[in-house]
């Protein structure tokens, strides 16, 4: 079946660095789209970031631009996401997902991420 396990989360101070990985099976990751999400305590989903199947594309919210970079590896059938310069408005359960118009997104179980001194 598919899974999506998302892991590097965790406890950081304000201005440090922090990657995340996704490892995926189940499903052809190498021909597909990825992107994280996240969703910070009270609010809703908000998307991160993108990258195209291989790797040439890349996309990201103002909010992170600059400071978070997507990458993959489609050997090794995982997503990364590296973060720097994080910020106390970081702080969220970051999901990598699968997204598709044919078929409903995959999605991973979260890991949280909490940016504070």
């Known amino acids: 079946q598919v899974q999506l396990v998302e892991s590097g989360g965790g406890l950081v101070q304000p201005g440090g660095s922090l990657g995340l990985s996704c490892a995926a099976s189940?499903?052809?990751?190498?021909?597909?789209?990825m992107t994280w999400v996240r969703q910070a305590p009270g609010k809703g989903l908000e998307w991160v970031s993108y990258i195209n199947s291989r790797g040439g594309s890349t996309s990201y919210a103002d909010s992170v631009k600059g400071r978070f970079t997507i990458s993959r590896d489609n050997a090794k059938n995982t997503l990364y996401l590296q973060m720097n310069s994080l910020k106390p408005e970081d702080t969220a359960v970051y999901y990598c997902a699968a997204p598709s118009a044919i078929r409903p997104w995959y999605w991973g179980q979260g890991t949280q991420v909490t940016v504070s001194s």
């Open positions: 189940g499903f052809s990751f190498s021909t597909s789209a």
